[in-house]
């Protein structure tokens, strides 16, 4: 993917009415999220950037997430949709 065809897509992220994130597959790594996802993790987007999307799942979704991650990865599948219990920084 292109920095312009990227950049697009972070725009276009921003203005879904829903929380969004875009995610780096093989590190986990938060590369982008609205302030709809931000909200829902209890941080400012910019403290959140880099961080590990595992860490903030819940412990007991973690090996599932990791599990998506992986088959996404190796593109075993082609997308997925979950819910998932997360961590916030008030517990």
Do not use: C, W
Not at 34 to 62: E, K
Not at 64 to 84: C, F, H, M, P, T
Request: a negative charge.
């Amino acid at each position: 993917m292109s920095i312009v065809e990227l950049d697009d897509l972070i725009r276009s992220l921003a203005q879904l009415p829903v929380a969004a994130i875009l995610t780096e597959l093989r590190t986990h790594t938060l590369v982008a999220l609205n302030d709809q996802a931000a909200t829902l993790f209890g941080a400012p987007a910019a403290d959140l950037l880099g961080t590990d999307v595992v860490s903030l799942i819940d412990p007991r979704d973690r090996d599932a997430a990791r599990s998506a991650y992986a088959a996404l990865a190796g593109k075993v599948i082609d997308g997925y949709q979950a819910e998932r219990r997360i961590v916030t920084p008030d517990g």
